[in-house]
């Protein structure tokens, strides 16, 4: 597997990225992580290698220049970020195969509103997502979804379920045991990791 810095240029930021590529990719997911958090996020990390030994290329950039992530507003800006993850589709093209996106908390809203009304994205996987706020845009989405919440995140599974019905593409809500927002839990990480990582292999081989 190879791993190298990218630079992605988008909406007229520069962004800071980790690509790692096995030797043998069947196509390429894009990150989206949440509030409070970067490229760097352990969990999505986490996630990132478990789908690069399945051989999946992953691509985990920051949504938001330093400058711009101070500014609170911007963290919740659902359609700035949802541009950001865009350009780093068009960044991408078709040098890697299918594009799919896993988005986490507001990330999981960004990565639904850049899929909406687009036939290149092959599938979304949402870990705790806030995809309540990409609301307006759910219905255009044609990518099979995945959503995946912890049981014990209530106020957000409330969310996911409510969103869920306003989706019209292939989806599915996992809900995993004993977990919290973070999916801190002694395994719990491990289920998440293994629930996108078969949804995104079905999907990319159709």
Do not use: K
Request: net charge negative.
């Amino acid at each position: 597997m190879t791993t190298a810095p990218v630079t992605i240029e988008s909406s007229g930021a520069a962004l800071p990225g980790d690509l790692a590529e096995p030797a043998r990719s069947s196509g390429l997911v894009i990150f989206a992580h949440g509030s409070d958090s970067s490229r760097l996020s352990p969990r999505n990390q986490y996630v990132a290698h478990v789908l690069n030994r399945a051989g999946l290329t992953t691509l985990l950039f920051d949504l938001l220049t330093t400058a711009e992530a101070a500014d609170r507003r911007n963290v919740f800006d659902i359609p700035l970020l949802a541009d950001r993850l865009s350009g780093a589709n068009d960044w991408a093209g078709d040098r890697f195969g299918p594009i799919a996106y896993f988005g986490a908390s507001t990330g999981g809203a960004a990565a639904l509103w850049s899929a909406a009304g687009t036939t290149s994205v092959a599938a979304v996987v949402s870990r705790g997502g806030r995809v309540d706020l990409a609301g307006p845009r759910l219905a255009a989405v044609t990518a099979p979804t995945l959503l995946i919440v912890g049981e014990l995140d209530t106020v957000v599974l409330d969310y996911n379920r409510t969103a869920q019905r306003q989706l019209q593409c292939a989806n599915d809500l996992q809900v995993v045991a004993g977990a919290t927002h973070l999916f801190t839990e002694p395994g719990t990480l491990e289920q998440v990791a293994v629930l996108a990582r078969d949804w995104f292999l079905d999907a990319l081989a159709d």
